[in-house]
T-cell receptor
Framework: NAGVTQTPKFQVLKTGQSMTLQCAQD?????MSWYRQDPGMGLRLIHY???????DQGEVPNGYNVSRSTTEDFPLRLLSAAPSQTSVYFC???????????FGDGTRLSIL | DQQVKQNSPSLSVQEGRISILNCDYT??????FLWYKKYPAEGPTFLIS?????DKNEDGRFTVFLNKSAKHLSLHIVPSQPGDSAVYFC???????????FGKGTKLTVNP
């Protein structure tokens, strides 16, 4: 089992560019989420989904879009990258939100 | 407004001794708490959880204690091993919510 797979592992963008961070899980989990981790800030929830076709905002949703067309995939889109979005992004999944989540290994994103 | 607080950014203990990591929360409606461990360049991994109907949960060397009146939980690791050196995150969930709120983390170093 691959678990939660995030691609790419590293990415450098210029301000204003857009990109999609990919997240896929093979555990048939209904709940998926995106977090960002910044130095001294812990993990902050960006968006989450409780099932295909259903998404909702977390603590820091501005500047990000998500969609959930399948159970397996939950991509995160940066519409117009800003230096403040430089961070490490983690995708996670679980059977439901209150159950322990399985995390991917993260995408380290730098925006110049 | 930080709802889950880990006030010690770091902790250093000797191998074989007890490690105690602390977490305070402000919202009395939190009813489910989790601890995650994170190694560098990896995603967080689930360690142990506790529901608010309990005051203690044990799993091998790891025990979590919950003091609802003080809005405080702690993770005890006995005995500590060098492989336990990692960042530990406390997380909490509101009843009826699918969201998790994380603390900023405590970096544990276990010295041989």
């Amino acid at each position: 089992n691959a678990g939660v797979t995030q691609t790419p592992k590293f990415q450098v963008l210029k301000t204003g560019q857009s990109m999609t961070l990919q997240c896929a899980q093979d555990m048939n989990h209904e709940y998926m989420s995106w977090y960002r981790q910044d130095p001294g800030m812990g993990l902050r929830l960006i968006h989450y989904s409780v099932g295909a076709g259903i998404t909702d905002q977390g603590e820091v949703p501005n500047g990000y879009n998500v969609s959930r067309s399948t159970t397996e995939d939950f991509p995160l889109r940066l519409l117009s990258a800003a230096p403040s979005q430089t961070s490490v992004y983690f995708c996670a999944s679980s059977t439901q939100g209150r159950q322990p989540q399985h995390f991917g290994d993260g995408t380290r994103l730098s925006i110049l | 407004d930080q709802q889950v607080k880990q006030n010690s950014p770091s902790l250093s203990v000797q191998e074989g001794r007890i490690s105690i990591l602390n977490c305070d929360y402000t919202n009395s409606m939190f009813d489910y708490f989790l601890w995650y461990k994170k190694y560098p360049a990896e995603g967080p991994t689930f360690l142990i959880s506790i529901s608010s109907i309990k005051d203690k949960n044990e799993d091998g060397r790891f025990t979590v204690f919950l003091n609802k009146s003080a809005k405080h939980l702690s993770l005890h690791i006995v005995p500590s091993q060098p492989g336990d050196s990692a960042v530990y995150f406390c997380a909490a969930s509101l009843g009826g919510s699918e969201k998790l709120v994380f603390g900023k983390g405590t970096k544990l170093t276990v010295n041989p």
